[in-house]
């Protein structure tokens, strides 16, 4: 196990946050705000940094300022994918990636299945965001289910692939997840909105942000709405960007 950073006196409740490699940019979206969120209210994150939801977790949480927790399917000394190691990097500053195989362990494709239980053992709730049926995220959401973890997925677009088996996962045991809220009440914990100090920003770059903290994510639709110019939202999208009230999701702005 590598571990940087301060042990903290008690233990603070852990969310497992997992699901799609190849997810959509709304379960990127989802998964990156939950972490967000949560990480604020002072819960630990823990996913397996695969790509996809996984990755988004840990950037959410480390993002908010947040402890998050990776746990490998490889050996300790094989980071994989070696396209996260910067994401690794930024992990060890202020958590642990973990692995229960020792250096020179050949790697099995089962091994990936197998460590799931840990991801879910170590979590108070497991949050599943996308899961094609059938995929390795339900390997994690059935030890959840044995080891009696409160288990959330996100609903979502019946016709497409990537929302069924979180649907089916809704169909059975899982609750709705809708908010954040949702899995604090679960925790015992208070939902307190996330609050950003606005004054620094001017009125439009305020409007444009206010807007997507409401859901609206189209460029279009948000010059349409405030009745402004497309180079007035290029300039107030940058500065917000840059001064990081918002990330980019590739269709569109979701808040940090």
């Not at 399917?73 to 958590?95: C, H, M, V, W």
């Not at 973990?98 to 790697?107: D, V």
């Not at 959401?141 to 997925?153: R, V």
């Not at 609750?175 to 009440?185: A, C, E, G």
Request: net charge negative; aromatic share 8%; with cysteine.
């Amino acid at each position: 196990m590598w571990y940087q950073g301060k042990i903290p006196e008690k233990r603070p409740p852990v969310v497992a946050i997992v699901g799609a490699r190849r997810c959509t940019k709304y379960g990127e979206e989802i998964a990156y705000r939950a972490a967000y969120e949560l990480a604020k209210h002072g819960v630990v994150i823990v996913s397996g940094m695969a790509y996809g939801i996984d990755a988004c977790a840990h950037r959410g949480c480390l993002d908010a300022g947040g402890i998050t927790i990776a746990i490998l399917g490889t050996a300790i000394d094989n980071l994989y994918p070696r396209s996260n190691f910067g994401l690794s990097q930024r992990i060890l500053e202020k958590g642990a990636i973990i692995s229960e195989y020792a250096p020179g362990f050949e790697t099995r494709a089962y091994n990936f299945q197998i460590r799931n239980r840990i991801v879910s053992g170590l979590a108070d709730a497991v949050l599943i965001v996308e899961a094609a049926p059938g995929s390795g995220t339900f390997g994690t959401y059935d030890f959840a289910l044995k080891q009696g973890k409160d288990i959330f997925a996100v609903p979502a677009d019946i016709t497409r692939p990537m929302s069924a088996g979180a649907n089916e996962m809704l169909r059975n045991a899982a609750h709705p997840y809708l908010d954040v809220s949702d899995i604090l009440s679960c925790l015992g914990i208070s939902y307190t909105a996330t609050e950003r100090d606005l004054s620094g920003l001017s009125d439009i770059e305020q409007k444009v942000y206010k807007l997507i903290l409401e859901g609206v994510k189209d460029a279009d639709e948000i010059v349409a709405r405030l009745d402004i110019s497309a180079m007035d939202f290029n300039c107030a999208i940058t500065t917000l960007e840059l001064e990081d009230f918002v990330v980019p999701l590739g269709q569109g702005w979701g808040p940090r």
